[in-house]
């Protein structure tokens, strides 16, 4: 179950960190909307994550990331990246390949992923 629960906050993390490169304000609603999520269940998760120390919450409602959690979610941003270059280079349609990365990101060991990093980025 630890693997799940660690896999939901990456992905909540992600989507905060690519909707505030895309606007100027993050609100549950547009996590919600982005993850197919019910804004109850977001809105759990953020009262959950901010007491983590995860993210900010202002008056307003915008969500930002707190250097904790822009540390996790620019790491699973990059592993998704790459993952999904990696697979569309090598002839992987580009919406199986975001899709299968999605998943991967979340279960490949440190060690494999700089190994495919490396591999990708030097041949």
């Not at 993390?13 to 982005?34: F, T």
């Not at 904790?68 to 919406?95: C, D, F, M, P, T």
Request: with cysteine; aromatic share 6%.
């Amino acid at each position: 179950m630890a693997l799940k629960v660690q896999e939901s906050l990456e992905n909540y993390l992600e989507a905060i960190l690519m909707l505030s490169e895309k606007q100027e304000r993050v609100r549950a609603i547009d996590i919600a909307n982005l993850l197919g999520f019910s804004k109850p269940s977001v809105s759990v998760a953020m009262k959950n994550f901010k007491q983590k120390n995860y993210i900010h919450v202002d008056d307003s409602g915008s969500i930002t990331l707190t250097e904790s959690g822009k540390r996790i979610a620019s790491a699973v941003y990059e592993r998704h990246n790459l993952l999904s270059e990696w697979l569309v280079s090598l002839g992987v349609e580009e919406q199986i390949a975001q899709a299968d990365a999605c998943r991967m990101e979340h279960i490949l060991s440190a060690e494999s992923f700089q190994a495919i990093r490396d591999h990708y980025l030097h041949k």
